[in-house]
T-cell receptor, first 114, second 111 residues
């Protein structure tokens, strides 16, 4: 089955700890995205990448980092600089990253702070 | 950033009735709109999309209506079923820009 796989489904972070969320896609999509979802708010863009070895900051990139070493993988690291990391994180992809293309989403990772 | 809002945060309908979920958008330059369905603890699923050169588009049991005059988008679900219970949100894409997502409407189908 083609799709986007996020892992883990649930993740707990201790104070001062960096954690990495995994996102893998086998759709052969060029573009990948990370969104943050908080209760009562719309999805907010953290980072996106339209091509391997290149990525751009979204609206709320502070406290996060990403890498795009392979086309199918776009891991997100939540660093200790992110003071309010508790949220539902969604990875998405689109074919070429062009305007007007549909976004396909993974099933999400719920990150909580211990 | 853009704001995409929904008129009602929650909606309850009887099974078999039609549902209408509304969305207001703010950017008159937006030329592409998508409706997503999100079940609890899962990622959003694409339902239907519409471009600004259309005012209506139909899918299986769903219809999206676009009124550019008042910047309003609606999703109609025919013969609502229990499996339709979820949060529905719209997204607008201004020309050359990124997606902007609404906060969502929670639809509950009463058996």
């Amino acid at each position: 089955d083609g799709g986007i796989t996020q892992s883990p489904k649930y993740l707990f972070r201790k104070e001062g700890q960096n954690v990495t969320l995994s996102c893998e896609q086998n759709l052969n999509h060029d573009a990948m995205y990370w969104y943050r979802q908080d209760p009562g708010q719309g999805l907010r863009l953290i980072y996106y990448s339209q091509i391997v070895n290149d990525f751009q900051k979204g609206d709320i990139a502070e406290g996060y980092s990403v890498s795009r070493e392979k086309k199918e993988s776009f891991p997100l690291t939540v660093t200790s600089a992110q003071k309010n990391p508790t949220a539902f994180y969604l990875c998405a992809s689109s074919l070429r990253g062009r305007v007007g293309e549909k976004l396909f989403f993974g099933s999400g990772t719920q990150l909580s702070v211990l | 950033g853009e704001s995409v809002g929904l008129h009602l945060p929650t909606l309850s309908v009887q099974e078999g009735d039609n549902s209408i979920i509304n969305c207001a958008y703010s950017n008159s330059a937006s030329d592409y709109f998508i409706w997503y369905k999100q079940e609890s603890g899962k990622g959003p699923q694409f339902i239907i999309d519409i471009r600004s050169n259309m005012d209506k588009r139909q899918g299986q049991r769903v219809t999206v209506l676009l009124n550019k005059t008042v910047k309003h988008l609606s999703l109609q679900i025919a013969a609502t079923q229990p499996g339709d219970s979820a949060v529905y949100f719209c997204a607008e894409i201004p020309q050359g820009d990124q997606f902007y997502f609404g906060t969502g409407t929670s639809l509950t189908v009463i058996p």
